[in-house]
């Protein structure tokens, strides 16, 4: 809590302790991760240790290894023992679900319900993963990283005050991610827009922003073409949008199936670019605050990232992709939330 400056109680506390790929945070606390360090250490040994001792004592047994196997049957009674007995994350695995399903199961309102549901898909928590380098830009400032973790926690985030439109703000902050006058909106969907040009091009596909030619019928064009044709001898169009998870229009279906938000904006867009189907390949790349993306954007995304391995050799390039994009996402969220604090005119914003 003092390096994240965030003040968590017992229930993000014990999220934060879980995996990344489930939800967490992956600060692992020792009395967690001891009990599956040592039955499969044991077992990881058994054949050196038979090995090593005299005939007469081939017989011996590891002290307490029963006891820790019992103590892991009843903190899960409905689990098998692992198939490779070695392997910690096996014994492991299943003690981290008891603790996700109880703060599913406990969870006290929709909204929380929403993002404990958001944060265990795994392109929620690439940004988590990604080397903090300013080299790269991929290092966050204390502010960023310390409101992206309290997102993800669902815990307190700044002190309850008003926003510019009027409305009021709890301590979550929630609302700085769906107000009409969000600061990070725009940034985060030129920076996104950014990420899948640069995408394009890395992999010797010239591609341009906000092409001129293809409008709606309001005007409004799409925010990226390519200039080679691809598949079908047709062009790749994208638009990219980003929608609050933790909306109250969206946690009806939020609360009950990850990336509802998303699906729903991919779909929204090809209602609106309807006129480019058939000349044009048409790819909405819808995501949300909490990172989840849409079907869309990952079919996008799963081609970028095979051309990238490809072109650069490197299997792990598709991954660093991903990263710049979730790193997006909650750089956004921040400049979101930073944008509903009051402002004095004679020092500025007051943080």
């Known amino acids: 809590m003092s390096i994240l400056n965030v ?6 506390w014990a999220q934060a ?15 967690s991760i001891s009990l599956p360090a040592f039955i499969s250490s044991v077992h990881g040994t058994e054949k050196l240790i038979r090995n090593i001792l005299i005939s007469t004592l081939i017989n011996f047994d590891v002290p307490w290894l029963t006891e820790a196997v019992n103590a892991w049957k009843v903190a899960c009674p409905n689990s098998k023992i692992p198939g490779n007995p070695s392997s910690q994350r096996q014994w492991d ?7 996700q399903q109880n703060l599913f199961s406990t969870s006290s309102s929709t909204a929380e319900r929403a993002r404990l549901l958001a944060v265990e898909k795994w392109e929620s928590g690439l940004w988590l993963h990604a080397l903090p380098s300013s080299s790269i830009g991929t290092l966050f400032d204390d502010s960023t990283f310390r409101l992206a973790a309290s997102l993800r926690l669902g815990a307190p985030c700044c002190s309850p005050h008003r926003c510019h439109c009027g ?16 600061a990070g909106r725009i940034a985060r969907h030129a920076n996104i827009n950014d990420i899948i040009r640069r995408a394009l091009v890395s992999v010797g596909v010239p591609a341009v922003l906000e092409p001129h030619g293809l409008v709606r019928d309001d005007g409004k064009r799409p925010d990226g073409m390519s200039l080679f044709p691809g598949k079908m001898g047709r062009p790749l169009v994208w638009d990219a949008t980003c929608v609050d998870t933790l909306a ?27 006129n480019l189907v058939g000349t044009y390949i048409f790819e909405p790349f819808g995501v949300e605050t909490l990172g989840l993306w849409g079907p869309s954007a990952h079919k ?30 909650q750089r956004g969220n921040a400049a979101s939330l930073l944008g509903t604090l009051p402002v004095d005119e004679r020092c500025g914003r007051v943080f």
């Open 7 to 12: 003040a968590m109680d017992d229930r993000a």
């Open 167 to 182: 409305e009021v703000v709890n301590s979550l902050g929630h609302h700085g991610l769906s107000c009409s006058r969000s």
């Open 300 to 329: 996008l995304f799963n081609e970028l990232s095979i051309r990238l391995v490809d072109t650069s050799r490197d299997p792990r390039a598709g991954f660093y992709l991903g990263q710049r994009i979730s790193i997006a996402i």
């Open 248 to 274: 109250p229009s969206h946690l009806p279906s939020s609360s009950c199936c990850a990336g509802t938000a998303a699906a729903a904006a991919e779909n929204l867009k090809r209602r609106k670019y309807t």
């Open 93 to 99: 695995e299943p003690l981290c679900k008891v603790v």
């Open 17 to 31: 302790t879980l995996p990344i790929r489930m939800g967490g945070l992956g600060v692992r606390k020792i009395t």
